[in-house]
């Protein structure tokens, strides 16, 4: 490692000659075949909607064309790569195990081991210190494969046999398996393609759902185990394409539940987990704009809800004998200040998780004498989840907390005694010291007056001169929450004298649900405008300089980017925009996407004219313009099934035929999915390749 005040020489220093190299070789230049679309009187010609078709060899050979350009150009980065892929394996304890958790009479857990790509999932019988017995071990199932995913590991009641589901494409094609886990055998193996899967209490019935033709989960079926796939019975099918079907359990494990969701509305349905063969029944029918959640207790359900106006959610019980909206009654009152995100019940107590004043919190309630308290923690700006915490018969629960400078810490915290017990840190190899850093909350201004919440960590010591740089991620879609948590790869920026940033832009759920609802729609532009208002905020108070800024977002943080470079050219140094959803207009126009439809409720739908106008204003493909844009770098995965290659490879074609003198890096990984490679090993990789790209353009060359 560098020694630090030498780096802080350098980077005051102004940028010499930068690693990256455009004319190291001649960009593709991709063929125009005019495409045209009327819409509402509009018409719009798109040159490279050919290269929707994947089977078209000239697709391949175009993307191959782009990578070999983005090897040559990055070339004088390879050995800043590789330092970077180094820093990231000496940080990191390649061999390493999970906190265990307990359900069932065993303890669960991961581990990995070094040179290893994948998790091994195991477990142990009653004790910590009994023999091992490994339930998969995802690294035989990836031989011979280029990728590999598994998920929904699901144990039957008795502990006997393990449901788990496995990708091997990249494009979510998760195939459904049975393994005895007595015998080691594979009963059932990859039998049904199916997005998700639960027991049922006999040990021998598994529900799974399905996808239809646009990988919306949209049937639900009964499999009895050993039968045939072709005698499955269908019990539900979703036919409202604005929902999604899914299928779980109460933690108690007495009853399964069936939720229909789009993104306004639910509808669950219930069915004791004793009795798989008998009639579902739905707990409230779906209204248009009711959200809701159920768990179960004693009798009792448990209600997430935003009924009665209840923006930010609140909890409500009703007995299971008779749901009707007339027995609901409040158990967590409505408090606008607090977003009730999840309720998590237990014998004899409930966790509610809350967002407040942009941060989170866990408040426990005795169910026995009403009495509550909120977990406290040590840090004004951190994250703290519930961990892994299955058994429904405990006095004690797994948190996780983390914040920007404190690596992710699991506590056992008892109830009712309020101690808390660190059960691991993850440990950072090399040596770490968060006194050597520092994290702070910031708020900019955006347009309209409202303050932005920003989190920023940097090494102490770094100047407030406007000299440091300083990368700048964001998000703001979905309602998703932007967490602030420690990550060890980050460090090789950070030690580098980079300040690191996350905008917590509306759009996410940071400051509560309104927050959201104020970042979508027909308010997206909040999203954009906020980001900006963020950007400008850290040149103003001079934690870096214009030219000394990157800015980063993935999927709909790539649109994110996009838009923003596109309503401010001169905002930043560099942009990355990794699997972005920057063809907006052309995606939500075709409804055979996977995604497509039931996100008419996020962005609109292109075909009425208001929301079709509005999205015209930010598309970022769409609003392409001869400028002087930043130097971008733009990522994809040609199995990528949630933004599909083409968006990104038109929008790369389209940036070069405006701006044939621009930096303009594209890279395709042939075999990847939306989250790029599979393997730890190849991801770190691809890491290194995006980061050496965005020090390189802030003047880092080492």
Known sequence: MYRYTLLLTLLVMPAQVLGIDPKAATPPVAKKQAHKTVLHGDSLIDHYFWMKEKSNPEVIKHLEAENAYAAAVMKPTEALQESLYKEYLARIKQTDLSVPYRKGGYWYYTRTVAGKQYPIYCRKKDRLDAAEEVMLDANELA?????????????????QLLAFRTDTTGFRDYYLSVKDLRTGKVLENRFVKASQAEWAADNRTLFYVTEDAAKRPHKLWRHTLGDPRDQDTLVYE?????????????????????????????????????????????????QEGHDYAAEHRDGQFYIRTNRHRSTNFKIMTCPVTDTTFSNW??????????????????????????????????????????????????????????????????????????????????????????????LKRTEVPGGYNPEDYVSERVFATATDGTKVPISLVYKKGVPRDGTAPCLLY????????????????????????????QAHIRGGSDLGRQWYDDGKMLKKMNTFTDFIACADYLVKEKYCDRNRLAIQGGSAGGLLVGAVINLRPD????????????????????????????????????????????????????????????????????????????????????????????????????????????????????????????????????
Not at 151 to 157: F, H, I, N, W, Y
Not at 266 to 273: F, I, N, R, V
Not at 479 to 500: C, E, H, K, S
């Open 143 to 159: 031989q011979g494969e280029k990728f590999l995913s598994v998920a929904g590991l699901e144990v039957s009641d008795d502990g």
């Open 329 to 422: 009654k409040d158990f967590i009152p409505y408090d606008p200040a607090v977003m009730v995100t999840n309720i998590a019940v237990f014998r004899n107590f409930a966790v509610v998780s809350e967002r407040q004043d942009g941060n989170p919190h866990l408040r426990v309630i005795d169910l026995q004498t009403g009495k509550q308290h909120r977990m406290e923690f040590p840090e004004p700006v951190y994250t703290a989840t519930l961990g892994a915490n299955p058994e429904f018969d405990t006095t004690a629960v797994q948190v996780s907390y983390t914040s920007l400078v404190t690596p992710t810490s699991v506590y056992e915290y008892d109830l009712t005694t309020r101690q808390r017990k660190l």
């Open 238 to 286: 979703e036919k409202d394409e604005l929902f999604r079907v899914g299928v779980g359990k109460s933690r108690d494990g007495q009853y399964l539940f069936r939720t229909s969701r789009s993104a306004t509305t639910t509808e669950q349905a219930y069915l004791s987990a004793n009795k798989p063969t008998a009639a579902w029944k739905v707990i409230a029918p779906r």
């Open 474 to 501: 964001g998000y703001g879609s979905y309602g998703a929450t932007l967490p602030v948590g420690f990550n060890a790869t980050r460090l090789a920026l950070l030690d580098r004298g980079v300040i690191y940033a």
């Open 571 to 702: 905002l930043c140094k560099a942009a990355v925009l990794q699997v972005p959803f920057v063809d907006v207009i052309n995606t939500m126009l075709d409804e055979s996407l996977p995604l497509t439809i039931q996100e008419f409720l996020e962005w609109g739908n292109p075909k009425k004219k208001d929301e079709y106008v509005y999205l015209k204003t930010y598309c970022p493909y769409t609003n392409l313009k001869k400028a002087q844009y930043p130097a971008i770098l733009v990522t994809t995965s040609l199995n990528d099934s949630q933004v599909m290659y083409h968006e990104p490879m038109k929008y790369v074609a389209k940036q070069r035929e405006l701006n044939p003198n621009g930096i303009v890096v594209f890279k395709c990984n042939m075999a990847g999915g939306h989250g790029g490679s599979s393997g730890r090993y190849d991801a770190f990789k691809e890491q290194a390749f995006v980061m050496a790209f965005v020090l390189d353009q802030l003047g880092i060359t080492k």
